[in-house]
């Protein structure tokens, strides 16, 4: 499975819970996070994709650690299953 595949199941999964799911394009900011998603009641998460078993490289480590110590959800997701847990969960 690609890692566009998993972001897609993801993306519909946010869209069928009324949220949007931002991709983010950056210039200079490499390694940010794929996505920007906004669900309803103010929740805001990054998501970095990846393919089944794949891991962040180290400017993708670094942009999630400092985005979670400024208090976000930030998390590398490498299947739609845990993605779908994170969601229920009320992250």
Partial sequence: MLE????KRC???VRSKGGIGI???PI????IPDRLVLLPGGK???IEFKRPGGK???NQQYWLARLQCMGFT???MDNSDDFVKLI????
């Fill in 11 to 13: 993306m519909s999964y």
């Fill in 56 to 58: 962040p490289r180290g």
């Fill in 74 to 76: 930030a998390e590398c």
């Fill in 44 to 46: 805001v998460l990054f």
């Fill in 88 to 91: 229920d969960r009320g992250i």
């Fill in 23 to 25: 991709k983010l394009s």
């Fill in 4 to 7: 566009s595949s998993v972001e």
């Fill in 28 to 31: 200079n900011c490499r390694g």
